[in-house]
């Protein structure tokens, strides 16, 4: 019997649209023109623009430091939070999945500008640390709900064999059932990595001075600056990802 | 993940947070503005002329700005709000009054300008940089172009011109086409400026206040309604754009340099404020961010291209005609309302 050719066309045409816009990008962060839309030949001009912009790559480690700071702590307090939710079904769990799961629904204005009041209340300065509190409040939630769902086909059967097997709490944990929901955890973090490192309403509000992260600037400079140093700034963002996701995957083959 | 990388990571961390740390010993003066909005170059003289540090952070808008100031962010000592947010921040107190003795370099600051100012007396605020609104087109494909405001009704441009998705702008547009003031809360006047900007929109591509420039490049469209600042940007790519103000008048913006009432390198920032109206610094920023510091003196030096554009530097006549936007207050209501109505026509 022939094969179908559907999968291979439809899998062509995702591609297509999942990564055309990005080859775009790329290719008019090379171009000289300031307005995208002419071209006016290859130029390295808006990369070496960038390394001169001192706020533009201090809103780059800004963005870096509470993005990564806020997914390990929203990956640990979000785990046992899930954990909690799964293992004990009180009535106060009930009440505890409902505070996790508001933030979710929470309009980000609404939850922006409450935890201004909040930090202007208990007179917190404004600054890398409002924002990281900031982001670990909505991370948790994504982490949660992700492991959750984890949990939810989990079979703690394995765990109790193992404790039969003489190994203490910490070994089953640190051995069998952290290792089992790595893949849920992991999933979790890269979602509030994802979340933190593009939030921009919550952030706006919370951010104090010197604490401006790159989603805030490149909003300004779309209205007020020049638009091409943002298209460099993402090749270069796409081109660590794409690294990091090489280099991850690389160290877990030769691991396993 | 493993251990060791983590917590490699982690000092990592704790060396690129100490940073800022070590920037303490000097005062730092926090400046909160918009994007690209000074000349890097001039904030580096300053911060080796005062042995000081200048942070900038950025907004994207007057009203988020405001939003976040007033919930009680605090820590910025200078602001870039516009004239008509500037004074009502002034009206909240959210400004200090500012110190002269500290700012002899106010006698450059252009005497016509502080004419129409909101604040004309630069109590709270000094100008920092202005722009005119008007019209810009590409002048191979608009032949027999007149500087006036009935140049939105050309039949033969339908379909691509494009106006300011601002309520103030564009009904302040058909206002001054129909020679009345663009601050007006007489009704009357209000009503027939709403149908003259619902016949303009039968012949609009779209509203749009920030494609406008990347459309007009790219010839998408012939003619915009748009920020002198905007444009010549673009002009600087495109040299078949040209600009020009209507002779029945226009809108006049200004961004104000405010003190808030918080900051706490209260002389630091009225230093910067003089420091940016020094006149050969003034020109030189003028040329780079290409809007207008209003500083008389500097004039003379800002480049050729600049001076000689009709759509920067006004004649008086059309001046004369032209007004700063207000903030009405409770009359804002007025032009909301109309402005939905002109949404919903078509």
Not at chain 1, 80 to 105: D, E, G, S
Not at chain 1, 241 to 256: D, P
Not at chain 2, 185 to 204: H, P, Q
């Amino acid at each position: 019997m022939k094969q179908s050719r559907l999968p291979l066309v439809t899998t062509l045409l995702l591609l297509v649209f999942f990564y055309l816009p990005i080859l775009v990008l790329v290719i008019t962060s090379f171009n000289s023109s300031r307005f995208g839309t002419t071209w006016e030949g290859w130029s390295l001009h808006w990369y070496r623009r960038l390394i001169q912009e001192r706020e533009v790559l201090h809103a780059l480690s800004n963005t870096l430091i509470i993005a990564v700071s806020a997914t390990a702590v929203s990956v640990v307090l979000g785990t046992t939070a899930a954990f909690a939710l799964h293992r004990y079904k009180t009535r106060l769990q009930r009440f505890h999945y409902t505070l996790i799961y508001t933030p979710l629904v929470v309009p980000e204005i609404l939850m922006g500008i409450s935890l201004l009041l909040f930090f202007v209340a208990i007179r917190m300065d404004l600054g890398l640390f409002t924002i990281f509190l900031a982001h670990v409040t909505f991370c948790i939630s994504y982490v949660a709900m992700v492991v959750l769902g984890r949990l939810q086909d989990f079979d703690f059967a394995i765990v109790e064999a193992a404790q039969d097997l003489g190994a203490s709490w910490w070994a089953s944990t640190w051995r069998v059932l952290l290792p089992l929901l790595a893949p849920g955890i992991l999933a979790g973090g890269l979602l509030a990595f994802t979340l933190s490192i593009d939030d921009f309403v919550i952030t706006f509000f919370v951010a104090g001075p010197g604490s401006t992260t790159l989603p805030i600037r490149i909003y300004s400079m779309i209205k007020h600056g020049s638009p091409p140093l943002i298209n460099a700034l993402s090749t270069l963002l796409l081109l660590i990802t794409f690294l990091v996701v090489w280099a991850s995957q690389h160290l877990t083959r030769e691991s396993s | 993940m493993n251990i060791p990388g983590l917590s490699r990571l982690l000092i990592v961390l704790s060396i690129l947070t100490a940073l800022p740390a070590c920037q303490q010993s000097k005062p730092v003066l926090h400046i909160y503005t918009w994007a690209d909005y000074i000349k890097p170059e001039l904030t580096h003289r300053f911060e080796a002329d005062h042995q000081c540090w200048v942070i900038i952070d950025t907004f994207d808008s007057n009203e988020a700005m405001y939003a976040k100031i007033k919930a009680g962010a605090g820590g910025y000592d200078l602001v870039t709000p516009s004239s008509y947010m500037a004074k009502i921040m002034d009206d909240q107190g959210l400004v200090q009054q500012l110190d002269h003795r500290l700012l002899p370099n106010l006698k450059h600051i252009d005497p016509d300008y502080l004419k129409i100012a909101i604040d004309p007396e630069m109590h709270y605020s000094v100008p920092y940089m202005l722009t005119n609104t008007g019209l810009a087109y590409l002048k191979s494909r608009v032949p027999g172009f007149e500087p006036t405001w009935k140049m939105l009704d050309r039949k033969e441009l339908k379909g691509r011109v494009t106006m300011l998705n601002d309520m103030r702008e564009t009904i302040g547009a058909a206002l001054k086409s129909l020679g009345y003031s663009l601050n007006t809360i007489n009704d009357g006047e209000l009503d027939a400026a709403r149908d003259v900007v619902i016949r303009w929109k039968r012949n609009l591509a779209k509203f749009e206040s920030e494609q406008y420039k990347t459309g007009l490049a790219s010839r998408e469209f012939l003619l915009v309604h748009g920020y002198s600042g905007d444009i010549l940007q673009v002009q600087r790519e495109n040299s078949d754009i040209s600009f020009d103000v209507p002779v029945e008048g226009t809108s006049i913006a200004c961004d104000d340099f405010v003190v808030t009432r918080n900051s706490k390198e209260v002389m630091l920032a009225h230093q910067f404020i003089n420091f940016m109206q020094e006149p050969d610094i003034a020109a030189d920023n003028t040329n780079f961010v290409a809007y207008l510091c209003p500083n008389k003196t500097s004039y003379p030096q800002i480049s050729e291209k600049i001076r000689q554009n009709p759509g920067v530097f006004l004649k008086p006549e059309i001046r004369a005609k032209s007004e700063v936007i207000q903030d009405l207050g409770a009359n804002n209501v007025k032009y909301t309302r109309i402005w939905d109505q002109i949404k919903a026509a078509n």
